[in-house]
């Protein structure tokens, strides 16, 4: 029976065979990786995963989907959990000992960015994460300081992750076609991100780029002097667009 994509689950499928085997190759599944992908939909990528994986382990909302993949693929192969990918916990997924976790997925754009950050909680765990992602999305996720493109997401996410925007594919690869172009984004977290607290971080930034056409020192007015800029290596009458991740970090350092 076919399935009807839901708008309300954001689901397009993507059904373009070259596109698949490139993302694939991008992600290069070993048969001992501990996988998981989100919103495995009509299975196009499980079947393909599950051509080099022992085990892959799926996150599908869609009551109609979960069932679709519980009939058709061996439970010893899929481990199928019917959940919501934004309060399911990725870190219960076991993982053998001297392993981290590999995440992939072709995400609803609808929940891409609340995804990402509830996918950062544990990202000591992962080993990397591959997304299909809307093109725009990505672009804000890898920019570096100085563009348009560089923003909250930008550093919120640079400050984890290496991210790299590996190619972009086109609306006619899915159905439904979505309206936007895609591309597919690799995250490796960092090993070592420059210590700070997650939540001061994000004060600092947020408020920074409330209003990005503003200077710096206009924009944290009330939360940090002039001197403080300069101490933490911020020109004050530099715009937010134009301050790397470092800056941010030694700000947010300061902040009592």
């Known amino acids: 029976m076919k399935h009807i994509p839901r708008k309300r689950f954001g689901q397009n499928f993507l059904t373009d ?3 698949l085997h ?5 992600i290069n599944p070993q048969p001992d990786d501990a996988m998981v992908e989100i919103g495995p939909g009509l299975a196009a990528m499980t079947r393909l995963l599950l ?4 085990h892959l382990h799926v996150v599908e909302l869609d009551r109609d989907l979960v069932a679709r993949l519980q009939k058709h693929f061996d439970p010893a192969r899929l481990t199928v959990h019917s959940a919501d990918a934004l309060q399911f916990d990725f870190g219960s997924i076991p993982v053998p000992e001297g392993k981290k976790l590999r995440v992939v997925g072709n995400l609803p754009y609808n929940i891409s960015s609340p995804l990402l950050f509830h996918l950062a909680q544990i990202a000591g765990q992962v080993q990397d994460q591959h997304f299909m992602l809307q093109k725009e999305v990505v672009e804000r996720m ?3 300081p100085g ?5 909250r997401l930008s550093v919120m996410l640079q400050w984890r992750y290496y991210m790299e925007l590996l190619f972009v ?6 159905d439904p076609p979505p309206r936007v172009d895609s591309a597919i984004v690799r995250m490796i977290p960092l090993e070592k991100p420059l210590a ?3 939540t001061r971080l994000e004060q600092v930034v947020t408020k920074a780029f409330s209003q990005r056409r503003k200077v710096i020192r206009n924009c944290l007015a009330g939360m940090f002097t002039e001197n403080d800029l300069i101490d933490a290596g911020v020109d004050p009458q530099s715009r937010p667009e134009t301050v790397p ?4 970090v030694a700000l947010a350092n300061r902040l009592v």
């Open 169 to 174: 594919v086109p609306p006619t690869a899915f």
């Open 17 to 19: 065979q070259q596109v």
């Open 22 to 26: 490139d993302i694939i190759r991008s």
């Open 51 to 54: 051509g080099s994986l022992n």
């Open 196 to 198: 700070c607290d997650e």
């Open 147 to 151: 563009g348009k493109e560089y923003g």
């Open 245 to 248: 991740v470092a800056q941010f």
């Open 142 to 144: 890898v920019a570096e």
